[in-house]
């Protein structure tokens, strides 16, 4: 699961083009938008084209994504239990 | 008594000038590194510009609103264009960017300044075929013609690749409309300068 995590913290940093921020900035239990990394909902469909890029998941229900983009744990968790590649 | 020139800002040296610019004298707004090329040029040269006028980001309520966006430049959104096509160019690795997708508008630049400065006032993107004073300072004079623009930021942002860029940002009070021979007088002068 570590290791699932930092390869996540990495894909987003990349995806969002978070330029300053590096992998151990990101709290795993801090919330991904509003406070935490303040991401705006672009880059919450960036998450979706990238879970299911990624990791095989294709979300049916984009607002079912307010659940998974919880925190770092509950989308690495949700990636564990529903990856296809 | 001689009428002072326009201020105005001029950058055309790649995108690695614009972060390095953005780190050195801007610094607190990250959506920068998301922004297209287009948006950066903008935004990079309006915040310089702002800075050698010495104007505050914020003023009253009255001011947002008289302060309008008029921008021009050639190729629009074209650069932004081809990075969102690449993403959706081979059907068996077909996964569109949202985030390259927002920037397919040449008007999303004149977002982003508005955005960051809190102005409500018109904003507008003329494509032309390349800079033209005359027909730059026609389209100013024009946007005075409302009943709420006192000034406008004003320039020609042009992205041809993700490192070609040339922007001028420049600002003209409603009273530099007035004599549109002498704006575009002054824009051709600017206009100079970049293509140096």
């Known amino acids: 699961m570590e290791e699932l995590i930092l390869k996540l913290k990495q894909e987003i940093i990349e995806v969002l083009n978070l330029e300053d921020i590096k992998p151990e900035d990101i709290d795993n239990d801090a919330p991904l938008f509003g406070e935490g990394l303040g991401l705006d909902s672009i880059d919450a469909l960036e998450l979706i084209v990238l879970m299911e890029k990624n990791y095989g998941i294709k979300l049916q229900d984009p607002a079912k994504g307010k659940e998974i983009f919880k925190s770092i744990n509950v989308m690495a968790d949700y990636i564990q239990k529903n990856r296809t590649r | 008594m001689e009428r002072r020139g326009l201020e105005y800002v001029v950058l055309n040296q790649g995108n690695a000038q614009l972060t390095e610019l953005y780190r050195s004298q801007i610094g607190d707004w990250p959506k920068f590194f998301k922004m297209d090329t287009l948006s950066k040029a903008g935004f990079v040269a309006t915040e310089l510009l702002l800075k050698k006028l010495g104007e505050r980001r914020c003023g009253s309520e009255e001011f947002i609103q008289s302060r309008a966006i008029v921008l021009f ?28 997708f927002v920037y397919t508008l040449p008007n999303i630049v004149t977002g982003e300044i508005a955005i ?81």
């Open chain 2, 73 to 100: 430049g050639s190729t629009a959104s074209l650069c932004a264009d081809r990075n969102y096509q690449e993403t959706i160019q081979n059907k068996d690795d077909y996964y569109p960017s949202p985030a390259l």
């Open chain 2, 116 to 196: 960051r400065n809190h102005w409500r006032g018109e904003s507008s993107f003329y494509v032309l075929v390349a800079p033209d004073a005359a027909q730059m300072a026609f389209h100013l004079a024009c946007a005075f013609q409302d009943s709420v623009t006192e000034s406008i930021l004003a320039g020609w942002v042009d992205s041809r690749n993700n490192d070609d860029f040339q922007v001028f940002m420049t600002l003209i009070r409603k009273e530099d409309a007035a004599d549109t021979d002498w704006l575009a007088g002054q824009l051709q002068l600017i206009i100079n300068d970049l293509n140096k």
